[in-house]
């Protein structure tokens, strides 16, 4: 260990595990929460970009400077303020460059700054930035002592905690951050509306949120768009703080003769990538999900053109688009959660008025700590000028005392009764200051500076006059970004959505061609063309194999039941085709991790469904019930904890058998069992601890009889033996009956056994 080796030098704490661990944890998420995640409601920075902008004003990269480069910038702001990875604070920097990213954009970039491609910036030594006047604006007054200081990392620097932000950046530019239990989302506002908005709450401090949304109608993308969100839900998000925009593509009808047409989109949702997006519509074109459209092109340059042609000239447009919208990013939703942090430095989710309230009541702190520090240094100025004034009076023994004197500070002070400030500055004074022209120069200033005083001392004592200033200064903003300038103007617009149904009448361009949708037991559907008859050679995954084969066809619909007791729907159209293993079927429909499917049928609407759990509970269920109309699923069959669903057949005949796991088997008829919508049902077999093995639904014409495992069939001539009451025990199953105690097989077996019948 070394001759220095001291054992009492360090300092051991003894605590338990788990609560250390808690403890650290905590500051750690709390540390990303307020240092990555969350913006400020003052300034709408996080502190990268707060740090960004601090460092190119001391670089003086104003917006009428020369460009420097992205490097030296990224430099000085990991070297001084932020000692993390320059990649991070590059991206940081090139974000706030982009014009397709920012709404007002922080940083004005030259060089390649990206795309909506989604192509990477050039690196930091090939690019050059400086700042915007939305920037510049930010940092307004920031060296009159408007803002608190404090020391960086290593103390070496001061930065500021928050900037004066007289832009309205939090909502102006928005923000999405993510954080350990805590996330924000903002979407982009328009400018020259936030000030209106905030002028008002200024002048009516007790209007609400819905007074304020006369003048802020909603989010302003950079990209445009058609925002379709209904009025009530936009003013339901802006008062809570959450909710969300459903953002559509802007286009038009492009004209190319003998009838024919196309679909021009100008404008996409925000933050969505044209190229995959592109790829995208491609890739739902080769699945025959989008069958009213022949191709999309890519003839973009500056502008966004996206062109869709139709595959006929008699679709309508209207209805193409809806189907493009249902399935692309054409259609987007940005979702809203108001979190930020308050003056305070505590997150917490605000609404519009809760952020507009804050940020004006930074600008008032800002406008009276400008006064304060201004009114310092006109005070400061004043007591010079006293000063100078008395010693005018009497020149020559000022003279006097500083050529003979020993002590002429001390002299001039017992003198003319001068402070130390007073004495200081006069012996610092230039001769040519002694001749008269200054002494008339010297009271004009004095003069200005005891009305400046005195404003500044009214401003300062003055609410009133507080946010007169302020209102007058947000005014400035406004006019700056007016509707009328060609960056304020308003670029997304609000539209009704179109009331076109796409689910229904799609299906008139669909051609109707026979398949065989095949279903594995893992999960992985495909449709075959034609009506396969023997699906058991098909190729699956390892260890996977067919489990249902349903004959329809294209313009069908699919009902598939799963474990967990809920229906969902699948299009026979939008099925992916034979080659290959097909697309796990949950890539269609939102089936979770650890539910299982039991059932496909082709839909339909006049009939009548049995569906079972495992405990013993079932009810009979129209299956015009049982259409969902979310990828979620629909519950219809409800289990407790620990159940799941058995089975699912059509209820075709008038008696019912249920075998149990003991081997007990009991007849009784189908009427016995309820029609419902929904629920737990009734209980089909009884006995202690008695399980549902296998149910069956036949005709008493007909007769009960079985399948084994060869596909034989064998009838059972004295059923009537096992009849009773509906949950009653039943009894044993009769000799000869199946090992597997089920009436027929399932999944691969029963196709199987289908196929050696045949």
């Known amino acids: 260990m070394g001759d220095n080796f001291d054992p009492d030098a360090g300092h051991i704490i003894e605590e338990p595990f788990d609560e250390a661990l808690s403890k650290r944890y905590l500051a750690y998420a709390l540390s990303t929460i307020t240092q990555r995640a969350l913006p400020d409601a003052r300034d709408g920075l996080k502190p990268v970009h707060r740090r960004l902008l601090h460092a190119m004003r001391e670089l003086k990269l104003n917006p009428d400077s020369a460009f420097k480069k992205s490097a030296r910038v990224v430099g000085d702001v990991i070297g001084k303020y932020h000692p993390h990875g320059d990649q991070s604070v590059y991206e940081a920097l090139v974000r706030l460059a982009q014009d397709f990213a920012s709404r007002y954009p922080l940083v004005e970039g030259q060089g390649n700054f ?24 930010l940092l307004q007054d920031i060296e009159h002592g408007t803002v608190d200081f404090e020391d960086t990392y290593d103390g070496s620097e001061r930065e500021p905690l928050v900037l004066p932000g007289a832009f309205p950046n939090l909502l102006a530019n928005g923000s999405t951050g993510i954080a350990v239990g805590m996330a924000t989302s903002i979407p982009p506002h328009n400018a020259w509306e936030l000030c209106k908005a905030a002028r008002h709450l200024i002048k009516k401090p007790d209007a609400e ?38 953002v559509r593509a802007k286009w038009e009808i492009e004209d190319v003769g003998r009838g024919m047409w196309r679909i021009v989109i100008t404008e996409i949702p925000y933050l969505v990538q044209k190229s995959k997006l592109v790829e995208r519509i491609a890739l739902m074109m080769e699945a025959k999900r989008l069958p009213l459209l022949e191709d999309v092109l890519d003839e973009s340059a500056e502008d966004i053109r996206l062109v869709l042609e139709p595959k006929s000239k008699l679709v309508d447009p209207e209805l193409l688009m809806e189907s493009v919208f249902k399935l692309t990013d054409l259609e987007n939703r940005f979702p809203l959660n108001l979190n930020v942090l308050d003056p305070e430095g505590t997150p917490r989710v605000m609404s519009l008025k809760d952020v507009l309230a804050i ?5 008032r702190e800002v406008a009276v700590r400008r006064a304060e520090t201004r009114l310092a240094k006109v005070e400061d100025r004043l007591e010079v000028l006293a000063g100078y004034l008395i010693v005018y009076a009497d020149l020559d023994e000022v003279i006097r005392i500083i050529r003979f004197e020993d002590k002429p500070k001390d002299k001039l002070m017992a003198t003319f009764e001068l402070s130390d400030r007073q004495a200081e500055a006069i012996l610092n004074m230039r001769l040519r200051s002694l001749r008269k022209l200054e002494e008339l120069e010297i009271r004009k200033e004095d003069d200005t500076l005891r009305g400046e005083r005195q404003s500044l001392s009214d401003l300062i004592a003055s609410p ?18 007016g509707p009328k300038t060609a960056i304020g103007a308003r670029r997304s617009v609000f539209a009704d959505a179109p009331l076109v149904s796409a689910e229904t009448s799609i299906e008139a361009f669909i051609v109707r061609e026979p398949i065989t949708a095949v279903l594995s037991e893992r999960g992985w559907v495909r449709a075959l063309k034609g009506h396969s008859s023997d699906v058991t050679e098909l190729k699956f995954k390892e260890g996977d194999r067919s489990a249902f084969a349903v004959k329809c066809e294209t313009t069908d619909k699919l009902l598939m039941f799963a474990t967990d007791g809920k229906f969902y729907t699948l299009d026979a159209n939008n099925l992916p085709g034979g080659r290959g293993h097909g697309e796990p079927v949950r890539l269609h429909v939102d089936l979770p991790d650890d539910a299982a499917p039991i059932g496909l049928f082709k839909y339909d609407p006049e009939r009548t469904l049995l569906i079972a759990s495992g405990e013993g509970h079932g ?14 699923g629909k519950q219809i069959l409800n289990l407790v904890e620990g159940d799941e669903a ?4 059509p209820a075709m005949g008038d008696q019912v058998a249920v075998l149990g796991e003991n081997k007990k088997m009991l007849v009784f008829p189908l009427e016995e069992i309820s029609v419902m919508t929904r629920g737990k049902g009734v209980r089909l077999l009884g006995g202690k601890g008695a399980r549902v093995a296998d149910v069956m639904v036949f005709s008493a014409e007909e007769g009960l009889s079985w399948l084994d495992g060869a596909g034989r069939r064998h009838a059972l001539d004295d059923w009537k033996m096992w009849c009773g009451k509906r949950a009653q025990a039943g009894k044993m199953a009769p000799r000869g009956f199946p090992r597997s105690l089920r009436f027929s097989p399932r999944g691969s077996e029963f196709l199987a056994s289908q196929a050696k019948a045949q």
């Not at 009133?464 to 970004?481: R, S």
């Not at 009810?619 to 979620?632: H, W, Y």
């Open 114 to 137: 990206g795309n909506i491609d989604g192509d990477s910036a050039a690196a930091m030594r090939y690019t050059e930035t400086r700042l915007t006047k939305a920037a510049e604006l």
């Open 619 to 632: 009810f009979r269920v129209l299956e015009k019930d049982c259409m969902a109309a979310k990828k979620g």
């Open 646 to 649: 058995l089975l699912c057949i």
């Open 209 to 246: 949120t819905v007074d304020l949304l006369k003048y802020v109608k909603g989010p302003d993308f950079p990209t445009g768009g058609i925002i379709i969100e209904p009025e009530t839900a936009i003013r339901e998000a802006y008062e809570t703080g959450r909710g969300g925009f459903r």
């Open 359 to 363: 940020w004006v009541e930074h600008r």
């Open 464 to 481: 009133e006059l507080q946010w007169a200033k302020v209102d007058g200064e947000i005014a400035e903003v406004e006019k700056f970004y």
